[in-house]
């Protein structure tokens, strides 16, 4: 393999590895300048035509590739530093750069990542405090609450052990009254008549009463089949809650057959009709029934609704009606106990707790609205925070 080099203006065949050295020698001969003892009249031009010399063939070796070149030589002055040490130096000076803009720009980017965990801890610890104000808050709502309510049930405690007492004694006296009479009874015939007249009249009255309130059954009876058909009566109730809150707000009520429950449906009928059920208000959720009363839920004069009612004649059932095959069940309607127009909704069986009230209807829809009022909040667990009211209730064909 034969390489040619070029080294200025000579040309050299290079061959095989052996004639290398000799080609190396031939080429320092022919580029060296010669080599001659100056007198001391030439010193200085000899100086500065070697240096000129030294230089032209400092030129001419730039570029060469060639690992088997001639050293390079310096200019005179020995601390002046090559192309090759600048050349480094400005390497060395761009990798420091380098490094010290990457070591600022992970520092920067460490300061922003510690900054932005710092921000958002602070605000998780600012909503921590918010929640634990507020769990506070309530927990303090609650205990006073709880407090309220054991004062009542306290209270209600202590009533009902003096009506216990009371009813104790009034039965004690009753008792000792009856003793009373039958030894005078006994020790006088004219008494034994006179009560037993008494009993004949009792149990006449008795029977009268039984006969009138069939009576009032078949009247009723009669007129509601004449006013709103025979078959099954519907009745739909809309409510309207605190705030005019949107959700379920009605719900249906299926009436009792009316060879069970005549009086009681027609009554209920007639209020419902008549539009004196507009504008009452349920008031309480307690002892498993949700109860409404002609109370006006808008803050007007309770009398006047009363004095409604009053006019009509619906102020309350002619008699306790009751039927042991439609009893108190989940979910049914009854008139409330002590005779007035208001009416109560099981929310449990209370099948044995109301036995002799009157229940004459179901809910057949809107079982949603009725989980509203159950969940809706009262005061010491009994009476609604605020009246819910009946917009309107509507006899459906």
């Not at 060296?32 to 009249?41: F, G, V």
């Not at 309510?149 to 216990?164: I, K, W, Y």
């Not at 106990?337 to 044995?352: H, L, M, Q, R």
């Not at 179901?362 to 009262?378: A, Q, Y």
Request: charged share 30%.
């Amino acid at each position: 393999m034969v390489v040619k080099r070029r080294t200025g203006s000579t040309e050299f065949d290079r061959g095989d590895d052996a004639t290398m050295p000799q080609l190396d020698e031939q080429m320092a001969d022919k580029l060296a300048p010669p080599l001659y003892t100056p007198d001391s009249s030439s010193v200085g031009q000899d100086v500065s035509e070697r240096s000129r010399n030294f230089f032209s063939w400092g030129r001419s070796r730039k570029g060469s590739e060639d690992s088997h070149s001639l050293p390079s030589w310096t200019a005179s002055n020995p601390q002046t530093p090559s192309d090759d040490e600048r050349g480094m130096r400005r390497s060395l000076v761009f990798t420091t750069k380098k490094r010290k803009s990457t070591f600022s720009f992970a520092l920067m980017a460490f300061c922003v990542v510690g900054l932005s965990l710092y921000s958002n801890a602070r605000s998780t610890l600012r909503i921590a405090l918010a929640e634990v104000s507020e769990l506070v808050e309530f927990s303090e709502k609650l205990t006073h609450q709880m407090q309220s309510a054991e004062r009542d049930v306290r209270r209600l405690e202590r009533e009902l052990t003096a009506l216990d007492a009371m009813e104790r004694q009034r039965e004690d006296m009753e008792e000792e009254k009856k003793v009373l009479d039958q030894a005078s009874a006994y020790a006088n015939p004219k008494l034994v008549k006179e009560m037993t007249a008494i009993q004949r009249k009792l149990k006449y009255s008795a029977n009268r009463a039984e006969k009138l309130k069939e009576q009032v059954q078949e009247i009723s009876k009669r007129d509601s089949i004449l006013k709103y058909g025979d078959g099954v009566k519907h009745v739909e109730v809309e409510l309207i809650f605190p705030g005019h809150l949107d959700g379920p707000s009605t719900f249906v009520v299926e009436m009792a057959p009316l060879d069970l429950m005549p009086h009681s449906v027609f009554t209920f009928l007639e209020m419902a009709s008549s539009g004196l059920l507009n504008g009452c208000s349920f008031i309480l959720n307690a002892l498993h029934v949700i109860k409404a009363a002609p109370l006006p839920y808008d803050g007007s004069p309770p009398n006047d609704k009363a004095q409604d009612f009053l006019d009509r004649g619906l102020e309350s059932v002619a008699f306790r009606e009751y039927s042991a095959e439609y009893p108190h069940r989940r979910y049914t309607v009854g008139f409330a106990a002590d005779g007035s127009p208001s009416f109560y909704i099981n929310t449990e069986d209370n099948t044995e707790i109301h036995v002799g009230d009157p229940c004459f209807a179901k809910i057949v829809s809107g079982f949603d609205t009725i989980k509203r009022l159950e969940s809706s909040p009262t005061r010491n667990g009994i009476w609604f925070e605020h009246r819910i009211g009946i917009k309107r209730a509507t006899v459906l064909n």
